[in-house]
């Protein structure tokens, strides 16, 4: 079985700087997807970001990158020139290849915009 | 406009009430999902329906019941819930190929209130 787990239940930044969110997980699959999903508070779940475990370089989308570190089970989520609307409820996800879309979820970070 | 659509939003049911949830998906998916979301814990995956045919229960308490008519419509059939079955019901749906998942789009939750 496959666990996901997010150390940070809150965090704070103000507009404009650098936040990062980490995240690790348990697996014995070598090739896996693993995910970063946005809950603002319409609730709506939205996709942030997507790394596939045999690519090495990391995903990046615009403000949005992580840091995949597959021998260390890591996969932190950097957001950069953070804006208001980032104030969300961020949630690490675990996909394996064989799996369908099946995701096991983290418990997920609150994340908090100052202006 | 989100390519899942939840109804209701909001419910508010007694323990001895029926009700169903209602999942549609725009987006020519070929699966569905059910998921849970409670406080202060990471989303349970609940059901599972590739190609219309049910592949996955999670050891869900037969409380709940899942219908899936076509690709394209999932419902949650409730009866004789409990106050801890008071959650964010998810829904989402992907495109599941031999080989290829992609990532899963998930509707807005329904939040059910059992009392």
């Known amino acids: 079985a496959q666990t996901v787990t997010q150390s940070q239940p809150e965090m704070s930044v103000q507009e404009a700087e650098t936040v990062t969110l980490s995240c690790t997980y348990d697996?014995?699959?070598?090739?896996?997807?693993l995910f970063w999903y946005k809950q603002p508070p319409s609730r709506q779940m939205i996709l942030v970001i997507r790394?596939?475990?045999?690519?090495?370089q990391n995903a990046t989308e615009n403000r949005f990158s992580v840091n995949f570190q597959k021998a260390a089970k890591s996969f932190s989520l950097k957001i950069s020139d953070s804006q208001l609307g980032d104030t969300a409820m961020y949630f690490c996800?675990?996909?394996?290849?064989?799996?369908?879309?099946?995701?096991?979820f983290g418990e997920g970070t609150q994340l908090t915009v100052n202006p | 406009e989100t390519g899942v659509t939840q109804t209701p939003r909001h419910l508010v049911m007694g323990m001895t009430n029926k009700k169903s949830l209602k999942c549609e998906q725009h987006?020519?998916?070929?699966?569905m999902y059910w998921y849970k979301q409670s406080a202060k814990k990471p989303l349970e995956l609940m059901f599972v329906?590739?190609?219309?045919?049910?592949?996955e229960n999670n050891s869900v308490p037969s409380r709940f019941s899942p219908e899936c008519p076509n690709s394209s419509h999932l419902f949650l059939h409730l009866h004789t819930l409990q106050p801890e079955d008071s959650a964010l019901y998810l829904c989402?749906?992907?495109?599941?190929?031999?080989?290829?998942?992609?990532?899963?789009?998930f509707g807005q939750g329904t939040r059910l209130t059992v009392v």
């Open positions: 989402a749906s992907s495109q599941v190929l031999t080989g290829v998942n992609t990532e899963a789009f």
């Open positions: 697996t014995s699959e070598n090739n896996y997807y």
């Open positions: 996800a675990f996909m394996r290849v064989t799996s369908g879309s099946r995701l096991t």
């Open positions: 329906y590739n190609f219309k045919e049910q592949t």
């Open positions: 987006l020519g998916h070929n699966a």
């Open positions: 790394q596939e475990a045999y690519k090495q």
